[in-house]
């Protein structure tokens, strides 16, 4: 099967019966940022902005690459984000306002400084 059949007709999250190394199970609590962003899922599918099989495609959509160099909840963020650019829900730069905004508070807490104000 020539690559271009393959990626007609696997999506690359589809790893499955591939050869790979043995699975390692590791028992962990989920970092607070990942309990925030399962709980994202839950209240974009709630408010119906983003569905399950939205986010299976946004996943998909990042392509193989990307999908092997991010973590599991790393996906769901980068998925969201796309989703909600193409409906217009979220511009690139108001994500990013925000993101300065929390990096701000985090750096702040950090240091024990005040936080900066927000950009407009």
């Not at 699975?23 to 899922?41: M, Y």
């Amino acid at each position: 099967m020539s690559q271009t059949e393959q990626l007609l007709k696997r999506l690359p999250n589809d790893i499955g019966g591939e050869a790979a190394g043995p699975i390692q199970w590791v028992d962990r609590e989920l970092e607070p940022w990942e309990k925030r962003c399962h709980a994202l899922a839950d209240v974009l599918d709630f408010h119906k902005l983003i569905n399950t099989e939205e986010k299976r495609r946004g996943v998909e959509a990042l392509g193989a690459e990307v999908i092997g160099n991010l973590s599991y909840y790393e996906r769901w963020i980068a998925a969201f984000a796309n989703i909600l650019f193409q409906k217009g829900i979220l511009t690139p730069g108001e994500l990013a306002r925000k993101m300065d905004e929390v990096a701000g508070r985090w750096q702040a807490e950090s240091t024990g400084e005040d936080s900066p104000p927000a950009r407009p």
